[in-house]
Nanobody, 123 residues
């Protein structure tokens, strides 16, 4: 069993920055895809960013391209640097991991999920 724990959320003004972290523990696999998703009230969970197990490939939702950067420092931890934040970025942010794929971008492709961290951007 793998546990994923997000941290770094909070309240920030529009134009500000936050850095989210995702730490994996438990039975960590030697390599697995990691992704970031978000869910705003009344909306479905949506893809934000993904990074391959090696860190060599990244994907972003069009809405965050050029503002967010996903990274990982080893097989366990991932980060989401969020710059130029907008009120529409307000949501609960989740990290996800899957050992069966080198990279994934769909909600249904991820086996493990964190509990989420709230990001609120004020105008």
């Amino acid at each position: 069993q793998v546990q994923l724990v997000e941290s770094g959320g909070g309240l920030v003004q529009a134009g500000g920055s936050l850095r989210l972290s995702c730490a994996a523990s438990g039975h960590t696999f030697s390599r697995y895809a990691m992704g970031w998703f978000r869910q705003a009230p009344g909306k479905e969970r949506e893809f934000v960013a993904a990074i391959s197990w090696s860190g060599g490939s990244t994907y972003y939702a069009d809405s965050v391209k050029g503002r967010f950067t996903v990274s990982r420092d080893n097989a366990k931890n991932s980060y989401l640097q969020m710059n130029s934040l907008r009120p529409e970025d307000t949501a609960v942010y989740y990290c996800a991991g899957d050992p069966r794929r080198s990279i994934a971008t769909d909600v249904g492709e991820f086996m493990f999920w964190g509990q989420g961290t709230q990001v609120t951007v004020s105008s």
